[in-house]
């Protein structure tokens, strides 16, 4: 599903020129579950942003499903993005002034949905995932869990082949952190690709695979004998 | 989709209550302003186009340099019309109007009845202006000489219910009239506005007698330049015989020693709003104020957008979030556009109906001081509408287009890790804008100021004589008018009443002009006469220079004798005036009585400022028809009605009138103090649009260094130093903003200026009155954001992310 190879990504102010990425290469495919890790400014979410066509690499080559995506435009970035990504962030990154139904509803407006359906698909998603009860709910009068519930679902709702979590539990306690991970498992085990950048060694044993970044390069990739191994 | 961005909108407002407030409330004064602009400009547009083929009616007039005399009026002779009518090809048909520049008291049996404006008219007159019959037609109401027609309201108050066709009236107790047809007021404005109108069969074959307004109607097909070239060429031709009669020149003469005299067709739509010339029926609008008043919509819709585009980009940082995390649901930028467009579009509707309630609140007002009766609910509505939602459309998308393309670019990426960096380019727009809106309000500021000083000067200007304390009663009827000299001791027998007198006219009424000549000149001299009686000077306080005033022991009423004043002096060009004699042209056959000059008084106005001091000549008659008392300043109430009680005794038949001449003089500078008013109403609506957008950028700059406050504060920085801090950026705008207005104001006042005979010299005070003021205004709306900032808990500020 996403080959890398050689990718590179360099930051550059008037001065100062650092290297986020250095030809870096892997491959990832359908169904799988990874991890990225590694200490705070070795890549990972420079990683992540370009494996979501987010942002840029600077050489090398990104190929996302048998074609070529790392230099195309935003638009054609926008299309390829809004049919085959879901995001979840750390800070959710919820619209505060939209409701519980309506964030999650919200790429199916951008991939226009019909509104029958769209109505249909939310109810159920949300349900599923346990926050039926708050629909019509604001994020503020959420527990930062409901709000990364939401966030999932909304990643969900386009059924994307390939989810994007940037440290999705980071701003969780530990029981709503789980239960977050524990979304992600049910994910995989449907069958979505998901690729996970976090801190935590013990999300990242909900993983089937595990790539540890240093400085722009990968220096060990490990892979978990159980995909949901971990309590 | 749609849906979406509207239920976003609504709550994004909600939010934001304080935005969203200065927004739309801006914008619905701005738009309130567009809209009563509008109004108005239709209003004043809309002269004389409800009369048929409105388009081929001109007015003819004179424009003429003789003798040193300029004049340039809308006036023509007696035979003019006539000539019209049967000598030109071009013309469908032309018609003579007088008016009556006095009410008029009509009587009906017993019902007695003062008659505002009156007119003399040739019995085509209302095939020339399509007035709508009620009773009788424009083809045979005034065939006969008797014949009158009038309004309905006039036939109401005369006739009450009854049918007036066939009835009798009297006029002045002089003539019985025979009511012929009554006619609905026109359908829209006129540069006339007439009671009644009198046939009027009487014809004078003399073409330089210029007492009458001639309109004529040309055929549809007829080319006017062709037209305009016959009459030239025909009337140039007639006026020569009665040039040689009065000058004793021949017309070659006339112009070969550098006089100038020709006839001017003024297109009748054209009058309203373009004509300003001596002799006016009434006093006319003034393009002038069309185009100030768009210039100050133009300004405070300006100032508006400014608001809108400056706080939706100062708060892009809140909603870079929402641009981010739309865009990584699959938003396309144009999605976004649409969005944000969707968002600025909304707000102004939301003020595009706030402004039509606040149209409606205003307008009683804005009629009041316009003297307009300018309605939103007229026929026009459509037009209205379609030109705010216009307007809104426009304001909505222009507005909301640079924070929309502005927002819409954020890289997802980078707002979404919260690393927004605060754009150098969006503050250097918001500062370029808030200078440009506080140019426009300095403008406004300093505009005002200076309008208000002209016309304060105007009002303060030595007039040459004083109106407070005189009473003008008409005089009505013939017996009142020969004996009213030896009635002058019943009045004066009041020991208030300190001076009686009367005039041909006085300050405030149109003048009138004769011909005149030197003894031992050949040539005439047009001079403007005013006849007047004993103690005229004294009791309008008028300033004698030379000689004497006339005197009832010395004169007799068989010789004239002449008083003149300053200008008529130095336009005669003589030196020794008093003494000399000067020739009156007395009738048809052009021959010259001789008088003396007595005297010489100070120039005193009885035109507005507008118009130059004419030449004047003041004669002593006999028969003059408008009495003037000048009464003292205690008890003038008790006073005039002891004029009042005798006054009825000794003319029963006509009701005591009267009216205060500075009052009657006062008119002519109200339509400028209108004007001044309404400048005055709307700098501050702009002043307050501009002072709420500046509260808003500082409230959101506050917000914004709400963590650095917080630290200084820590550091030890003071509440003044903060403050200090906040608001030095903005004054500097404000002083920039000062740079460009004083020159734009300058040309602009300058131009304005130049409409006055007597203009204040440029003053520099306003320009840094209003730079004080604009900086007052900046620092009292910043300091109170700054104030609140500065003394807020560090602790509040450093948690604040």
């Known amino acids: 599903m996403i080959k890398l190879n050689k990718l590179t990504k360099v930051y550059r102010t008037d001065e100062i ?5 250095n030809e870096v290469s892997f491959e990832i495919n359908q169904g799988e579950f990874v991890s990225i890790m590694g200490p705070s400014g070795c890549g990972k979410s420079t990683l992540l942003n370009i494996l979501g066509m987010l942002d840029k690499p600077e050489n090398g080559s990104y190929k996302f499903l048998g074609n070529e995506v790392g230099h195309l435009n935003e638009k054609g970035r926008s299309d390829v993005r809004k049919k085959n990504i879901g995001f979840i962030f750390q800070n959710f990154n919820l619209i505060d002034e939209l409701t519980v139904f309506e964030n999650v509803e919200l790429p199916l407006l951008y991939n226009k949905v019909p509104a029958s359906e769209r109505k249909q698909r939310v109810n159920e998603l949300i349900e599923k995932i346990g926050i039926g009860h708050r629909a019509n709910h604001f994020p503020q009068q959420l527990s930062g869990g409901q709000q990364q519930r939401v966030a999932v679902a909304r990643a969900l709702i386009t059924k994307p082949p390939l989810i994007l979590a940037d440290e999705p539990t980071g701003n969780l306690d530990s029981s709503h952190g789980n239960e977050v991970m524990e979304l992600m498992c049910e994910l995989h085990e449907a069958g979505t690709t998901i690729v996970m950048v976090t801190h935590s060694s013990h999300d990242a044993s909900y993983s089937g695979r595990i790539i540890n970044l240093l400085d722009g390069q990968i220096v060990s990739e490990k892979r978990n004998k159980l995909s949901s191994a971990a309590v | 989709m749609f849906k979406n961005y509207i239920k976003v909108a609504f709550r994004t407002l909600n939010k934001n209550r304080v935005y969203a407030t200065i927004n739309i409330l801006g914008l619905a004064l701005g738009l309130t302003v567009t809209i009563l602009v509008f109004l108005f400009i239709k209003d004043e547009t809309s002269y004389e186009k409800h009369w048929d083929g409105y388009e081929r009616i001109y007015r003819t007039g004179i424009k003429a340099d003789m003798m040193g005399q300029k004049m340039n009026a809308p006036v023509s002779c007696s035979p003019m019309a006539n ?4 000598e030109f090809t071009d013309v469908e048909t032309a018609t003579r109007v007088q008016t009556i520049n006095q009410e008029i008291l009509m009587r009906h049996e017993q019902n007695k009845v003062y008659i505002q404006k009156g007119a003399r008219v040739d019995s085509t007159f209302f095939k020339v202006f399509d007035y709508e019959f009620i009773h009788g037609n424009a083809d045979a109401a005034l065939k006969e000489t008797n014949a009158i027609v009038l309004t309905e309201e006039s036939a109401r108050k005369l006739f009450g219910d009854k049918n007036a066709l066939g009835e ?5 107790n002089r003539q019985d009239y025979v009511v012929r047809g009554v006619v609905k007021d026109p359908k829209g404005h006129a540069h006339f506005q007439f009671d009644m109108f009198l046939a009027d069969h009487q014809y004078q074959n003399i073409w330089m007698n210029n007492g009458w307004y001639t309109y004529v109607k040309l055929k549809e097909d007829a080319s006017f330049d062709a037209f305009k070239a016959e009459m030239t060429r025909n009337f140039m031709k007639k006026i020569e015989p009665d040039v040689e009669r009065f000058l004793k020149i021949t017309a070659e003469e ?20 373009h004509s300003k010339m001596d002799f006016e029926i009434k006093q006319n609008g003034d393009i002038i104020y069309i185009y ?20 939706s980009t100062a708060r892009s940082g809140k909603r870079a979030k929402e641009v981010g995390v739309r865009k990584v649901s699959g938003a396309s930028r144009k999605m976004l556009i649409t969005q944000f467009l969707t968002e600025s579009v909304i707000q102004s509707f939301i003020a595009l109906f706030l402004a039509f309630i606040l149209v409606e609140l205003f307008l009683p007002g804005f009629n009041n001081i316009m003297e307009t009766n300018i309605t939103l609910f007229n026929d026009y509505l459509g037009k209205t509408v379609l030109f705010a939602l216009l307007v809104t459309l426009v304001y909505g998308l222009f507005a909301g287009s640079y ?9 997802p990426i980078s707002v979404l890790k919260g690393d927004l960096t605060k754009t150098k380019g969006g503050a250097l727009l918001r500062k370029a804008l808030v200078i440009i809106q506080f140019t426009a309000s300095t ?22 004589f004083k109106g407070d304390q005189v009473i003008v009663v008409p005089l009505q009827t013939d017996p009142m008018t020969e004996n009213f000299r030896n009635y002058k001791d019943i009045f004066l027998k009041n020991s208030n009443v300190l001076s009686v007198t009367r005039a041909s006219y006085y300050p405030g009424d149109n003048p009138n002009q004769s011909m005149f000549a030197l003894e031992g000149r050949e040539e005439q001299l047009p001079l403007w006469n005013m006849e007047v009686d004993y103690d005229f000077f004294k009791t309008l306080d008028i300033e004698l220079l030379e000689g004497r005033k006339f005197e009832i022991e010395k004169e007799s009423d068989s010789i004239p004798y002449f008083i003149l004043n300053e200008t008529a002096v130095k336009n005669l060009n003589i030196e020794n005036a008093v003494g000399r004699r000067l020739g009156r042209y007395t009738g048809n056959d052009g021959s010259l009585q001789y008088g003396n000059i007595i005297g010489i008084v100070k120039d005193f106005h009885i035109e507005g400022f507008n118009q130059p001091i004419r030449p004047m000549i003041l004669t002593i008659e006999k028969n003059v028809w408008f009495a003037s008392f000048k009464i003292a300043k205690n008890d003038m109430n008790a006073t005039i009605d002891y004029i009042e009680t005798e006054w009825n005794k000794l003319e029963p038949t006509h009701p005591f009138r009267y009216t205060f001449l500075d009052q009657k003089f006062g008119a002519l500078l109200r339509q400028q103090e209108n004007f001044g008013t309404m400048f005055l109403f709307l700098t501050i609506l702009a002043i307050i649009i501009s002072a709420m957008g500046l509260y808003g950028l500082a409230s959101y700059t506050a917000e914004q260094r709400t963590k650095e406050i917080g630290i200084r504060k820590v550091l030890g920085a003071s509440v003044s130093q903060i403050m200090n801090m906040l608001t030095k950026d903005f004054i500097k705008l404000v002083l920039v903003a000062n740079i460009f207005a004083w020159p734009i104001t300058y040309l602009l006042a300058k131009n304005w200026l130049s409409n006055f005979s007597y203009q204040i010299d440029m003053p520099l005070l306003p320009y840094v009155f209003a730079t004080l003021l604009a900086l007052i205004i900046a620092l009292i709306t910043v300091s109170f954001q700054a104030y609140q900032s500065a003394n807020s808990d560090p602790v509040d500020a450093l948690k604040y992310e």
Request: glycine content about 6%; proline content about 2%.
């Open chain 1, 17 to 21: 020129e650092s290297t986020a990425l």
């Open chain 2, 83 to 86: 000539a019209f009518r049967t």
């Open chain 2, 168 to 172: 009798i009236v009297n006029y002045d």
């Open chain 2, 254 to 273: 006339f112009f070969a020693q550098g006089n100038a005299f020709e006839y001017q067709l003024q297109p009748l739509k054209d009058i309203h709003l």
């Open chain 2, 292 to 311: 100030v008043f768009i210039g100050i919509a133009l300004l405070v819709i300006l100032i508006a957008g400014i608001n809108f585009m400056n706080l």
């Open chain 2, 403 to 411: 924070p929309a393309f502005f927002l819409s670019a954020f890289q």
């Open chain 2, 443 to 464: 403008i406004l500021i300093i505009g005002m100021i200076i309008i208000f000083k002209q016309i304060s000067f105007l009002h303060n200007k030595d007039i040459g």
